[in-house]
């Protein structure tokens, strides 16, 4: 019971700051409401760093976890430039949280039987918020994942620009192993990184893929051993700062545009962006 009545603290506190936000009424979500939800949130200059903090139950994700993510996304402080998303414990992350599934759900949040009717999609368009915006051309999103990441987990390590793993990782797409899609845009990045038959054979056999495997399938930028993590993030955010913002800005961009133009196209908004760094070179020089 006592967990149940945090939980509900927690939710009632991620949606009075939504409902804020929605009024117009700038309220930072506090910390005490993201603790009640599992989560962990520092700035440290221009490095935010959000923890999954259920350790107990793997880092399982509800959709407090989702409104709580898309919250900070909204919040988040125009000096940041690095958002590094980790979660404490053996595990990253085991995905939804499955009592979600059984009648009884998760205190505080009930479960999906309560919410299947009318607008069922449109809770999903927001749990999807939680994901989007760590694709923002103005950061650089980097996922530290060590032990599992499995469906909603493997989802949001996709949702990052980087993924740095350890070596006891375990990425696995389980959803249709569950009668379910990932629906939590992890599909467009892992088509994107692995290409379509590998990301077909990967989700519907649901089987896991380990850090050797993840390096080979550009899944993972590097692989440390688990006690390196942190510091091997750390180096990667260090080294990704020592370019100047509106560079990285402006090249995150041309790149992230660079899958759906032609070359032609391609070439046309690398000479667009550069007359504007150029300029702004001379202007600032
Ligand atoms: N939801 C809720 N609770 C979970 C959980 C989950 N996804 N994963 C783990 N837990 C809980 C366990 O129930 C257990 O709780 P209790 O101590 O209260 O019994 C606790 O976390 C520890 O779990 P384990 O003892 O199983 O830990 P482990 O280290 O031996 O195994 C694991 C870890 C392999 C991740 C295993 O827990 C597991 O297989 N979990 C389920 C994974 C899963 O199927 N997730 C759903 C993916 S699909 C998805 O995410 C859907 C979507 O996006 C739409």
Redo the contacts with the bound molecule.
């Keep these: 019971v006592g967990s149940g009545v945090t939980a509900r603290k927690g939710l009632r506190a991620v949606n009075d700051a939504v409902e804020a936000a929605q009024g117009g009424r700038a309220e930072q979500i506090s910390a005490s409401a993201l603790a009640e939800v599992g989560l962990r949130y520092e700035v440290d200059g221009e490095i935010a760093t959000i923890t999954l903090n259920r350790p107990?139950?793997?880092n399982?994700?509800t959709f407090a976890t989702w409104s709580a993510l898309a919250r900070i996304g909204d919040d988040l402080p125009e000096t940041v430039r690095i958002v590094v998303v980790k979660g404490e414990g053996?595990?990253f992350s085991?995905?939804?949280?499955?009592?979600l599934f059984t009648p009884g759900g998760v205190p505080g949040e009930g479960s999906f039987s309560s919410v299947l009717g009318e607008g069922f999609e449109e809770r999903i368009a927001q749990a999807q918020q939680a994901f989007l915006w760590l694709r923002r051309p103005e950061i650089i999103s980097i996922a530290a994942v060590q032990?599992?990441a499995?469906?909603?987990?493997?989802?949001l390590a996709l949702a990052c620009d980087l993924r740095i793993v350890a070596d006891d990782v375990?990425f696995?797409?389980?959803?249709p192993?569950?009668g379910?899609?990932?629906?939590?845009t992890?599909t467009k990045p892992l088509v994107d990184i692995v290409g379509l038959p590998r990301a077909l054979e990967l989700c519907v056999t649901a089987r896991k893929v380990g850090a050797e495997e993840a390096l080979r399938l550009r899944l993972a930028e590097l692989a440390v051993p688990v006690e390196e993590l942190d510091t091997a993030v750390a180096d990667l955010a260090a080294a990704l700062l020592a370019t100047e913002r509106s560079a990285a800005t402006a090249t995150k961009r041309l790149l992230q545009g660079a899958g759906s133009r032609t070359l032609e196209e391609q070439a046309a908004a690398e000479r667009a962006e550069q007359v504007v760094r150029i300029r702004s070179l001379f202007a600032s020089g």
């Design positions: 107990d139950k793997r399982a994700q053996p595990s085991a995905g939804i949280d499955l009592r032990g599992h499995i469906g909603a987990g493997f989802q375990q696995c797409m389980k959803e192993a569950l379910l899609v990932p629906d939590l992890g």
